[in-house]
T-cell receptor, first 113, second 112 residues
Framework: DTEVTQTPKHLVMGMTNKKSLKCEQHMGHRAMYWYKQKAKKPPELMFVYSYEKLSINESVPSRFSPECPNSSLLNLHLHALQPEDSALYLC????????????FGSGTRLTVV | GEDVEQSLFLSVREGDSSVINCTYT??????LYWYKQEPGAGLQLLTY?????DMKQDQRLTVLLNKKDKHLSLRIADTQTGDSAIYFC????????????FGKGTTLSVSS
């Protein structure tokens, strides 16, 4: 298995809802990432998990809450989002040493209404 | 701060070569990458180059790295309409752990 799987592919949620995005990989990668991408813009780093521990939080608002239950899973819990949070959320994983080990999922397209 | 710069648009005719340029900021970057993103899709790794290399060729793709000028380029030979996409260069910054930092992306438009 050489893929990063993200679910759901599309999500529409209201500003008072609570939802979660899920990401899974079975490549034995020990680093996992959340990126946010607005239309026609580059992906922006949100969080980095290394060996299941949060190593980087790029000043992301607390309405986004990451969780790494085990080395294969990465979640992003969403609560009280704003319409400007609508974007493509990309999960990635890597072996943690650079080289060609970065693999991206196809993303969850989130719309906040 | 870190900034990876790319020209925003490139338009070529089918069969021509395309050259997409990128400048990066961190001279200690060990790996530099090119990703392709088609409309509505995720990111596809095209190729990467290690910082001790000057050039890497992979089928129709040629990557050139000028470390002195911190300049990276991607040449696509015999460009096809299926190559139309946004191309991002990315560097791995040591101070960002192992995370990738992306350039703004170059939109390649290929006309037949």
């Amino acid at each position: 298995d050489t893929e990063v799987t993200q679910t759901p592919k599309h999500l529409v949620m209201g500003m008072t809802n609570k939802k979660s995005l899920k990401c899974e990989q079975h490549m034995g990668h020990r680093a996992m990432y959340w990126y946010k991408q607005k239309a026609k813009k580059p992906p922006e780093l949100m969080f980095v998990y290394s060996y299941e521990k949060l190593s980087i939080n790029e000043s992301v608002p607390s309405r986004f809450s990451p969780e790494c239950p085990n080395s294969s899973l990465l979640n992003l819990h969403l609560h009280a989002l704003q319409p400007e949070d609508s974007a493509l959320y990309l999960c990635a994983s890597s072996q943690g040493t650079g080289s060609n080990g970065y693999t991206f999922g196809s993303g969850t397209r989130l719309t906040v209404v | 701060g870190e900034d990876v710069e790319q020209s925003l648009f490139l338009s070529v005719r089918e069969g021509d070569s395309s050259v997409i340029n990128c400048t990066y900021t961190d001279s200690s970057s060990t790996y530099l990458y090119w990703y392709k993103q088609e409309p509505g899709a995720g990111l596809q790794l095209l190729t990467y180059i290690f910082s001790n290399m000057d050039m890497k060729q992979d089928q129709r793709l040629t990557v050139l790295l000028n470390k002195k000028d911190k300049h990276l380029s991607l040449r696509i030979a015999d460009t096809q309409t299926g190559d139309s996409a946004i191309y991002f260069c990315a560097e791995r910054l040591n101070q960002a752990g192992t995370a990738l930092i992306f350039g703004k992306g170059t939109t390649l438009s290929v006309s037949s």
